[in-house]
Protein backbone atom coordinates (compact mmCIF):
# COMPACT_ATOMS: atom_id res chain seq x y z
CA UNK A 1 0.00 0.00 0.00
CA UNK A 2 1.66 3.53 -0.82
CA UNK A 3 -0.48 6.26 0.14
CA UNK A 4 -0.98 9.65 -1.30
CA UNK A 5 1.02 12.62 -0.02
CA UNK A 6 -1.97 14.12 0.93
CA UNK A 7 -3.28 11.49 3.09
CA UNK A 8 0.14 11.30 4.68
CA UNK A 9 0.38 14.77 5.74
CA UNK A 10 -3.07 14.84 6.82
CA UNK A 11 -2.27 11.97 9.50
CA UNK A 12 0.67 13.98 10.04
CA UNK A 13 -1.44 17.11 10.60
CA UNK A 14 -4.23 15.00 12.78
CA UNK A 15 -2.14 13.31 15.26
CA UNK A 16 -0.04 16.06 16.11
CA UNK A 17 -2.85 18.15 16.77
CA UNK A 18 -4.97 15.42 19.03
CA UNK A 19 -1.64 14.77 20.68
CA UNK A 20 -3.20 18.16 22.93
CA UNK A 21 -6.77 18.93 21.80
CA UNK A 22 -6.06 22.69 23.41
CA UNK A 23 -2.92 23.44 21.82
CA UNK A 24 -3.06 25.54 18.32
CA UNK A 25 -0.15 24.78 15.72
CA UNK A 26 0.37 26.95 12.73
CA UNK A 27 0.47 25.21 9.23
CA UNK A 28 4.25 26.15 9.36
CA UNK A 29 4.75 24.28 12.95
CA UNK A 30 3.33 21.26 11.81
CA UNK A 31 5.06 21.22 8.53
CA UNK A 32 8.31 21.68 10.48
CA UNK A 33 7.76 18.73 13.17
CA UNK A 34 7.75 16.42 10.11
CA UNK A 35 10.28 18.44 7.71
CA UNK A 36 7.12 18.75 5.02
CA UNK A 37 6.16 21.12 2.44
CA UNK A 38 4.13 24.46 4.64
CA UNK A 39 2.84 25.08 1.05
CA UNK A 40 1.19 21.22 0.48
CA UNK A 41 0.31 20.97 4.17
CA UNK A 42 -1.48 24.41 3.73
CA UNK A 43 -3.73 22.72 1.30
CA UNK A 44 -4.40 19.35 3.18
CA UNK A 45 -5.44 21.73 6.44
CA UNK A 46 -8.16 22.98 4.19
CA UNK A 47 -9.88 19.55 4.04
CA UNK A 48 -9.08 18.87 7.56
CA UNK A 49 -11.34 22.10 8.41
CA UNK A 50 -13.86 21.08 5.67
CA UNK A 51 -14.58 17.81 7.07
CA UNK A 52 -15.21 19.34 10.47
CA UNK A 53 -11.63 16.97 12.34
CA UNK A 54 -10.13 20.57 12.51
CA UNK A 55 -11.13 23.81 13.45
CA UNK A 56 -9.06 27.02 11.58
CA UNK A 57 -8.38 29.66 14.44
CA UNK A 58 -8.13 33.09 12.84
CA UNK A 59 -6.16 36.28 14.21
CA UNK A 60 -3.30 36.98 15.70
CA UNK A 61 -1.56 33.93 17.23
CA UNK A 62 -4.59 31.46 15.58
CA UNK A 63 -3.82 28.44 14.01
CA UNK A 64 -4.98 24.81 13.91
CA UNK A 65 -7.00 23.07 16.48
CA UNK A 66 -8.27 19.41 16.82
CA UNK A 67 -11.84 19.37 16.62
CA UNK A 68 -12.97 15.85 16.39
CA UNK A 69 -13.09 12.92 18.41
CA UNK A 70 -9.99 11.01 19.25
CA UNK A 71 -11.74 7.76 20.00
CA UNK A 72 -14.46 7.82 18.04
CA UNK A 73 -12.00 8.88 14.80
CA UNK A 74 -9.79 6.64 12.75
CA UNK A 75 -6.93 6.71 10.43
CA UNK A 76 -9.48 5.37 7.74
CA UNK A 77 -11.22 8.18 8.40
CA UNK A 78 -8.95 10.66 7.78
CA UNK A 79 -7.52 8.62 5.01
CA UNK A 80 -10.58 8.36 2.91
CA UNK A 81 -10.90 12.47 2.88
CA UNK A 82 -8.23 12.07 0.22
CA UNK A 83 -8.00 8.75 -1.35
CA UNK A 84 -10.42 5.34 -1.75
CA UNK A 85 -8.02 2.54 -0.61
CA UNK A 86 -8.76 0.54 -3.84
CA UNK A 87 -5.67 -1.17 -5.66
CA UNK A 88 -5.88 -0.32 -9.48
CA UNK A 89 -4.91 -3.06 -11.93
CA UNK A 90 -4.34 -1.41 -14.76
CA UNK A 91 -6.18 -4.39 -16.98
CA UNK A 92 -7.27 -3.95 -20.61
CA UNK A 93 -10.73 -3.55 -21.79
CA UNK A 94 -10.13 -5.83 -25.12
CA UNK A 95 -12.92 -7.39 -24.59
CA UNK A 96 -11.12 -10.70 -25.06
CA UNK A 97 -12.63 -13.42 -23.09
CA UNK A 98 -9.47 -16.00 -22.64
CA UNK A 99 -7.43 -13.69 -20.07
CA UNK A 100 -10.79 -13.01 -18.56
CA UNK A 101 -10.85 -15.63 -15.53
CA UNK A 102 -7.03 -14.69 -14.41
CA UNK A 103 -7.99 -11.28 -14.47
CA UNK A 104 -10.85 -11.65 -12.50
CA UNK A 105 -8.89 -13.92 -10.02
CA UNK A 106 -6.13 -11.19 -9.92
CA UNK A 107 -8.86 -8.67 -8.81
CA UNK A 108 -10.65 -10.81 -6.38
CA UNK A 109 -6.80 -11.11 -4.67
CA UNK A 110 -6.30 -7.38 -4.74
CA UNK A 111 -9.72 -6.65 -3.05
CA UNK A 112 -9.21 -9.47 -0.49
CA UNK A 113 -5.31 -7.33 0.58
CA UNK A 114 -7.66 -3.78 0.14
CA UNK A 115 -10.59 -5.22 2.48
CA UNK A 116 -7.76 -6.22 5.21
CA UNK A 117 -6.17 -2.70 4.46
CA UNK A 118 -9.19 -1.28 5.80
CA UNK A 119 -9.75 -2.93 8.67
CA UNK A 120 -6.55 -2.18 9.81
CA UNK A 121 -7.26 0.81 9.69
CA UNK A 122 -10.79 1.76 10.16
CA UNK A 123 -10.06 0.09 13.57
CA UNK A 124 -6.91 2.38 14.65
CA UNK A 125 -8.46 5.38 16.70
CA UNK A 126 -6.17 8.46 17.01
CA UNK A 127 -6.48 7.68 20.70
CA UNK A 128 -5.15 4.37 20.21
CA UNK A 129 -2.38 5.60 17.54
CA UNK A 130 -1.22 8.19 19.71
CA UNK A 131 -1.18 5.97 22.78
CA UNK A 132 1.44 3.81 21.01
CA UNK A 133 3.06 6.52 19.87
CA UNK A 134 3.48 7.50 23.31
CA UNK A 135 4.78 4.29 23.76
CA UNK A 136 7.12 4.22 21.26
CA UNK A 137 8.70 7.57 23.09
CA UNK A 138 8.97 5.64 26.89
CA UNK A 139 10.88 2.36 25.19
CA UNK A 140 13.56 4.60 23.19
CA UNK A 141 14.14 6.56 26.62
CA UNK B 1 -19.42 9.53 41.27
CA UNK B 2 -17.58 6.45 39.79
CA UNK B 3 -18.80 3.15 40.95
CA UNK B 4 -16.72 0.39 42.22
CA UNK B 5 -16.07 -2.46 39.74
CA UNK B 6 -14.58 -5.39 41.02
CA UNK B 7 -13.07 -8.40 38.92
CA UNK B 8 -13.91 -11.97 40.64
CA UNK B 9 -13.78 -14.87 39.30
CA UNK B 10 -17.12 -16.42 37.51
CA UNK B 11 -19.08 -18.95 39.39
CA UNK B 12 -21.98 -21.36 38.68
CA UNK B 13 -24.27 -18.42 39.73
CA UNK B 14 -23.37 -16.01 36.88
CA UNK B 15 -24.67 -18.59 34.36
CA UNK B 16 -27.83 -16.53 33.71
CA UNK B 17 -26.25 -12.84 33.65
CA UNK B 18 -23.75 -14.22 31.28
CA UNK B 19 -25.73 -15.42 28.75
CA UNK B 20 -27.55 -12.19 28.72
CA UNK B 21 -24.71 -10.08 28.44
CA UNK B 22 -23.42 -12.13 26.14
CA UNK B 23 -26.60 -12.18 23.77
CA UNK B 24 -26.48 -8.27 23.52
CA UNK B 25 -23.46 -8.35 21.54
CA UNK B 26 -24.42 -11.73 19.30
CA UNK B 27 -28.12 -11.03 19.12
CA UNK B 28 -28.65 -15.01 20.09
CA UNK B 29 -28.91 -16.45 23.92
CA UNK B 30 -26.84 -19.72 23.94
CA UNK B 31 -27.82 -21.40 26.76
CA UNK B 32 -25.86 -24.90 26.29
CA UNK B 33 -22.98 -23.20 25.02
CA UNK B 34 -22.35 -21.09 28.21
CA UNK B 35 -23.40 -23.73 30.44
CA UNK B 36 -20.56 -25.69 28.66
CA UNK B 37 -17.76 -23.80 29.46
CA UNK B 38 -18.78 -22.90 33.43
CA UNK B 39 -18.43 -26.56 33.27
CA UNK B 40 -14.95 -26.67 31.89
CA UNK B 41 -13.76 -23.35 32.85
CA UNK B 42 -14.60 -23.04 36.67
CA UNK B 43 -13.27 -26.22 37.55
CA UNK B 44 -10.63 -24.91 40.61
CA UNK B 45 -6.93 -24.89 40.20
CA UNK B 46 -6.97 -24.60 36.89
CA UNK B 47 -4.34 -21.27 35.91
CA UNK B 48 -4.54 -21.75 32.42
CA UNK B 49 -8.34 -21.37 31.94
CA UNK B 50 -9.49 -18.00 32.61
CA UNK B 51 -12.57 -16.83 33.14
CA UNK B 52 -13.70 -13.15 35.14
CA UNK B 53 -16.62 -11.14 36.00
CA UNK B 54 -16.99 -7.50 36.55
CA UNK B 55 -19.18 -6.90 39.12
CA UNK B 56 -20.75 -3.32 40.01
CA UNK B 57 -23.36 -2.49 43.38
CA UNK B 58 -23.48 -6.83 43.85
CA UNK B 59 -24.74 -6.82 39.82
CA UNK B 60 -22.70 -9.01 36.53
CA UNK B 61 -21.59 -6.10 34.25
CA UNK B 62 -18.86 -8.13 31.85
CA UNK B 63 -17.34 -10.81 31.54
CA UNK B 64 -13.86 -12.06 29.97
CA UNK B 65 -13.06 -16.19 29.06
CA UNK B 66 -9.54 -16.54 27.98
CA UNK B 67 -7.06 -19.96 28.28
CA UNK B 68 -3.66 -20.92 27.32
CA UNK B 69 -3.20 -23.23 24.45
CA UNK B 70 -0.37 -24.93 23.25
CA UNK B 71 0.95 -26.11 20.19
CA UNK B 72 -2.49 -25.59 18.48
CA UNK B 73 -1.84 -24.69 14.65
CA UNK B 74 2.48 -25.05 15.60
CA UNK B 75 1.98 -22.12 17.93
CA UNK B 76 4.03 -22.09 21.54
CA UNK B 77 2.03 -21.71 24.21
CA UNK B 78 -0.04 -18.53 24.02
CA UNK B 79 -2.87 -16.94 25.66
CA UNK B 80 -6.27 -16.82 23.89
CA UNK B 81 -8.85 -14.55 24.61
CA UNK B 82 -12.06 -15.90 23.05
CA UNK B 83 -15.25 -14.54 24.71
CA UNK B 84 -15.66 -10.67 25.86
CA UNK B 85 -19.04 -8.76 26.59
CA UNK B 86 -19.70 -5.93 28.26
CA UNK B 87 -23.33 -4.54 29.07
CA UNK B 88 -24.80 -1.65 26.91
CA UNK B 89 -25.30 0.67 29.67
CA UNK B 90 -21.92 0.59 31.26
CA UNK B 91 -20.00 1.15 27.85
CA UNK B 92 -17.09 3.66 28.25
CA UNK B 93 -16.46 2.77 31.83
CA UNK B 94 -13.23 1.01 31.22
CA UNK B 95 -14.51 -2.46 32.33
CA UNK B 96 -13.28 -4.03 29.09
CA UNK B 97 -9.82 -2.73 29.91
CA UNK B 98 -10.21 -3.71 33.51
CA UNK B 99 -11.22 -7.65 32.77
CA UNK B 100 -8.37 -7.60 29.97
CA UNK B 101 -5.87 -6.25 32.41
CA UNK B 102 -6.67 -8.77 34.72
CA UNK B 103 -6.86 -11.28 32.31
CA UNK B 104 -2.95 -10.81 31.31
CA UNK B 105 -1.86 -10.41 34.63
CA UNK B 106 -3.70 -13.77 35.51
CA UNK B 107 -1.29 -15.29 32.27
CA UNK B 108 1.82 -13.56 32.94
CA UNK B 109 1.56 -15.60 36.39
CA UNK B 110 1.33 -18.42 34.28
CA UNK B 111 4.40 -17.83 32.18
CA UNK B 112 2.43 -16.73 29.48
CA UNK B 113 4.25 -13.95 27.50
CA UNK B 114 1.80 -13.51 24.59
CA UNK B 115 -1.97 -13.19 24.25
CA UNK B 116 -3.68 -13.36 21.25
CA UNK B 117 -7.54 -13.53 20.02
CA UNK B 118 -10.04 -13.81 16.71
CA UNK B 119 -12.31 -10.73 16.02
CA UNK B 120 -14.81 -10.64 13.23
CA UNK B 121 -13.65 -7.92 10.46
CA UNK B 122 -16.79 -6.47 10.55
CA UNK B 123 -16.68 -5.56 14.49
CA UNK B 124 -15.00 -2.53 14.39
CA UNK B 125 -16.17 -2.18 18.31
CA UNK B 126 -14.45 -5.17 19.44
CA UNK B 127 -11.62 -4.59 17.39
CA UNK B 128 -11.05 -1.38 17.94
CA UNK B 129 -11.28 -2.47 21.66
CA UNK B 130 -8.85 -4.99 21.42
CA UNK B 131 -6.63 -2.49 19.26
CA UNK B 132 -6.34 0.13 22.33
CA UNK B 133 -5.21 -2.85 24.31
CA UNK B 134 -2.14 -2.66 22.02
CA UNK B 135 -3.06 -6.00 19.93
CA UNK B 136 -2.09 -6.14 16.25
CA UNK B 137 -2.21 -8.53 13.65
CA UNK B 138 -0.05 -11.31 14.44
CA UNK B 139 1.79 -13.70 12.78
CA UNK B 140 -1.05 -16.21 11.87
CA UNK B 141 -3.26 -15.31 9.28
CA UNK B 142 -6.63 -17.30 9.40
CA UNK B 143 -7.89 -18.87 5.85
CA UNK B 144 -11.25 -20.61 5.22
CA UNK B 145 -13.44 -21.40 2.46
CA UNK B 146 -17.13 -22.15 2.01
CA UNK B 147 -18.10 -25.70 1.39
CA UNK B 148 -19.90 -26.75 -1.68
Known amino acids: MKLQKASLFALYAILDLASDPDRQLSATDIANNFNISTHHLAKV ?3 LVRSGLV ?6 G ?4 FAGSINRTT ?4 IDLFETLESELDTPN ?11 ELQSITTEIDDLTKAVLDTITLETALNSSRLRIRHTV | MTPQITIRNATLAD ?16 PAYWSGVFDRYLEDGRNERIFLVAEIGGEAVGFIVGEVRAWEF ?3 PCGWVFALGVSLKMREMSIGQL ?7 RLKQAGITSVRTMIDRGNKLVLSFFRSQGLRTGPYIELEKQLD
Do not use: W
Open chain 1, 45 to 47: LRT
Open chain 1, 75 to 78: LLDV
Open chain 2, 99 to 105: LFKELCH
Open chain 2, 15 to 30: LNSIIKLDSVGTEEEK
Open chain 1, 62 to 65: GGYR
Open chain 2, 74 to 76: GSP
Open chain 1, 94 to 104: SGIQTGKPIME
Open chain 1, 55 to 60: QAVRGA
